[in-house]
């Protein structure tokens, strides 16, 4: 989702770090107006940087559209019920990128990196899709179809 927040009534566009506007004319709207993107997540806060990656490029594909510099966004998380700023600064910039790279290069290798089960896989819609038990590392489908004969030849005897 996108907010616009309305910035002070001023003569020019402010810049962002010297990036690029920090604000936007909306059409039948009064005034300059600063894109705040948010991510709105069921659950908790997660260790590590994915949601704040994940907001960052949501953040850099709105700059490329609308021609402005987005300073901060946000995460609300249901679980807490908390709202958080993110600063878009250029550490997470930077890993955004560098994670958008790597995503081109897969998709022209035409590689899909093998899943690798963890806690938080519980809770993903995509699970039954994915399926990271049975097609993660060290996995081929022989051996997946062979421990699951197994099990069923050790409960019917």
């Given at each position: 989702m996108v907010e616009f927040h309305r910035l002070p009534n001023l003569e020019e566009v402010p810049l962002g770090r010297g990036k690029g506007p920090i604000g936007v004319r909306l059409e039948d709207a009064l005034g300059l107006w600063r894109p705040v993107p948010v991510e709105?997540?069921?659950g908790q806060p997660k260790l590590g940087l994915c949601d704040?990656?994940?907001l960052c490029a949501q953040a850099l594909c709105l700059e490329?559209?609308?021609?402005?510099f987005i300073l901060a966004g946000a995460m609300f998380y249901g679980k807490p019920r908390r709202r958080y700023d993110v600063t878009l600064d250029d550490s997470l910039?930077?890993?955004t990128e560098r994670l958008a790279a790597r995503l081109h290069q897969l998709t022209r290798a035409g590689k899909t990196p093998p899943p690798r089960y963890e806690k938080k896989c519980r809770n993903c819609s995509?699970?039954?899709f994915c399926l990271p038990k049975a097609t993660g590392?060290?996995?081929s489908v022989g051996r997946y179809l062979d421990e699951?004969?197994?099990e069923v030849e050790k409960e019917t005897t």
């Open positions: 709105y997540k069921r704040e990656v994940q490329e559209m609308l021609d402005v910039r930077t890993e995509l699970l039954s590392r060290r996995r699951v004969f197994a």
